[in-house]
């Protein structure tokens, strides 16, 4: 009688597949980012332009969402970069747990706050009632994940993983280099329309390598 029995998962299959996710997320937010249009900072100026702009808005929430969902996995394999009681290892492992819990929280306020938009602004919805709804989204303890801290939290998370790898020595220096430079200029751009996708550029490439020498690691 045949036996049939499932293969093993080779020791490379996790951080294969992290390093998949963390390319594939960067792409997405990437999208998300450029695709984001160009709105004043006051809700009042700006709830205008979501209505006019309603399906572009919910397609740049959704891939935002998308590649942040995604990327948050990936840094469990960013966090084995440099391996354990190396230099740098733990000021790694502190800005990846930062990153990797700012973008699921971003995640969540991407696909939340995008869908209430897309409601809210949907023809013959009362336009003050949707901005109430907009601006109360993230009110209260309840709404903490969704809250626009996990933006200045990202950078943070990157910006200390660039230290850690600078540090490290174990990466070529251009990456952490690039990581950092690329966290500031996307930060400083952020919101801006389709310029974004030249200036979020950087911090994308940074990722994506990062998540090409995680494919390249024992285990996760």
């Not at 601006?135 to 303890?141: A, T, Y």
């Amino acid at each position: 009688m045949t036996t049939l029995t499932a293969p093993r998962t080779s020791r490379a299959t996790l951080p294969s597949a992290i390093a998949l996710s963390g390319i594939a997320g960067a792409v997405l937010f990437l999208v998300g980012q450029a695709l984001l249009p160009n709105l004043p900072m006051t809700l009042a100026k700006a709830f205008p332009l979501m209505v006019e702009h309603r399906d572009r808005l919910m397609a740049a929430r959704l891939f935002t969402a998308a590649g942040a969902f995604l990327l948050a996995p990936a840094a469990v394999g960013f966090a084995r970069l440099v391996p354990k009681g190396a230099r740098g290892s733990q000021l790694l492992r502190l800005g990846a747990g930062l990153f990797g819990v700012a973008t699921f929280c971003n995640a969540l306020s991407q696909a939340v706050a995008g869908y209430a938009t897309f409601t809210v602004t949907a023809p013959g919805f009362d336009t003050d009632a949707g901005q109430i709804v907009v601006d109360r989204i993230e009110s209260g303890l309840v709404a903490l994940p969704l809250g626009f801290w996990s933006i200045p939290a990202f950078a943070i998370g990157c910006l200390l993983m660039s230290v850690a790898l600078f540090r490290s020595g174990r990466v070529p220096t251009w990456l952490p280099v690039l990581l950092a430079v690329g966290t500031v200029l996307a930060g400083a751009f952020a919101g801006l329309g389709p310029i974004v996708a030249l200036t979020q550029a950087p911090v994308t490439v940074a990722l994506v390598a990062m998540s090409l020498r995680v494919a390249n690691l024992d285990e996760c």
